[in-house]
């Protein structure tokens, strides 16, 4: 297990009484906030009582099993913890097998991505659903192993940048070698729309100050995304795909997604890392290791300039995604601010203005290109002394159009450390 012990319940959102039936050894919990936390709400399924073997049998009694789980009968020690994603519970047999329970379930693709992932995920090999919704998870009991978040925490303690470096670009390699591998099993064309609709139920369930919205690129295609990806779901071997996040109960996604948006993730993990270490590392230059590994590997087309161009949204806008929810967690919790989210969303309002003034050169670069083809169009065909003016309009908006292009904020700049 790489996620951390704690409560995976909205601590700070009341428990509400919810009539819809559970199945046997199970429980649903309602949450709902009140006043400014009115936003937010879930429902929630979990374990009623795992102490003895008969309680496993009981829980599995009622549910549908999917691929590689324990005989029930040949369960013969239980144990079960509480991490921050759900419950764990350790079953002994023959084998060792970890069951992780879904309280808020998942996608619906947990099914397709075992399937459909390359054989260097660390995936469950079955569970359990229930009406259709996963609600278990089952793994084969593994050794510990060294995880890249931990790796590059000694590193940068230790003052390697250059370990540091290279074990960032590992992990993107390995994460676009996923991307890769599942680039020709189903993929949909983008969508703005929902993305941007979804972005605004975040700021608005918060309460947010900050408002973004961007036309995205075409070529950022949704496709069979892991979602939410850390530092430590990596290891020498392997990538671990593990549970969603709570805020995907308290806002559950309702559209597809494009690949950038698992380097955002993994991004903003790392500036979780960066910032909790206190490291006087540059974190521009880790952020940009990190990309450049993913680029490597990932398809060309997810991985392009017009994916990452800024001025449509780019990687800067997942990583505001991925911001907004960190937020409505710890709002859930009342646990505080959290860092470095808060941080650099308070950064946005000046990240927008800079785009919005360089939006006078693309404009500039427009007017240029338009006099200069309606000047070739009313003379056509034009004389060579009625052909220059318009050409030079035309190079002129050629050349602000580079020069637009160019003043585009870089990938691996934080929004905090733009100029």
């Known amino acids: 297990m790489s996620e951390r012990v704690g409560s995976w319940r909205p601590g700070a959102l009341p428990q509400i009484e919810q009539s819809e039936i559970a199945p046997r050894g199970f429980e649903i919990l309602g949450f709902s906030g009140k006043g400014p936390l009115s936003g937010l709400s879930c429902s929630m399924i979990h374990p009623s009582e795992l102490i003895e073997p008969s309680d496993w049998i009981a829980i599995v009694s009622e549910l549908d099993a999917w691929g590689e789980v324990p005989d029930p009968s040949s369960i013969v020690q239980v144990s079960i913890s509480d991490y921050v994603r759900g419950p764990v519970a350790h079953l002994s047999s023959e084998t060792e097998w970890v069951a992780e329970f879904l309280p808020w379930g998942s996608d619906g693709l947990l099914r397709k991505r075992v399937k459909s992932y390359p054989e260097s995920c660390d995936l469950p090999c079955g569970g359990y659903s229930w009406q259709g919704s996963e609600v278990i998870s089952i793994r084969k009991e593994t050794g510990q192993k060294n995880n890249s978040s931990e790796l590059l925490l000694e590193a940068l303690e230790s003052g390697s940048k250059y ?89 559950p996604p309702n559209c597809g997604f494009p690949a950038i948006r698992d380097l955002a993730s993994l991004i903003h993990d790392l500036s979780r890392l960066h910032y909790a270490s206190v490291t006087d590392f540059d974190i521009v230059g880790l952020r940009l290791s990190l990309i450049e590994g993913w680029r490597e590997t990932a398809p060309s087309k997810w991985a392009s300039d017009n994916v990452f161009y800024s001025h449509r949204g780019g990687l800067a806008i997942w990583e505001y995604e991925q911001c907004l929810l960190d937020v409505i967690e710890a709002t859930s919790h009342q646990s505080g601010a959290p860092e470095p989210a808060v941080g650099l969303i308070s950064y946005v309002p000046s990240f927008q203005k800079k785009m919005f003034n360089n939006r006078t050169i693309g404009a500039l670069s427009i007017m240029a290109g338009f006099f200069g083809l309606t000047s070739i169009y009313r003379t056509f065909p034009p004389s060579s002394q009625e052909i220059v003016i318009p050409s030079l309009f035309i190079i002129a908006s050629a050349a602000l159009m580079r020069t637009y292009r160019r003043m585009s904020p870089s990938p691996e700049t934080p929004f905090n450390l733009l100029d």
């Open 163 to 251: 370990e540091a470096e290279e074990i960032l670009r590992e992990c993107g390699r390995k994460l676009g070698s996923v991307h890769r591998h599942v680039e020709e099993i189903r993929v949909t064309p983008s969508d703005p729309k929902r993305w941007n609709s979804r972005v605004s139920g975040l700021e608005e369930a918060l309460n947010a100050h900050s408002i973004w919205r961007a036309p995205y690129s075409r070529d950022s295609e949704c496709m069979l995304c892991i979602g939410d990806v850390r530092l430590e779901d990596f290891s020498i071997d392997s990538v671990r795909i593990g549970r969603p996040r709570l805020s995907d109960a308290l806002y």
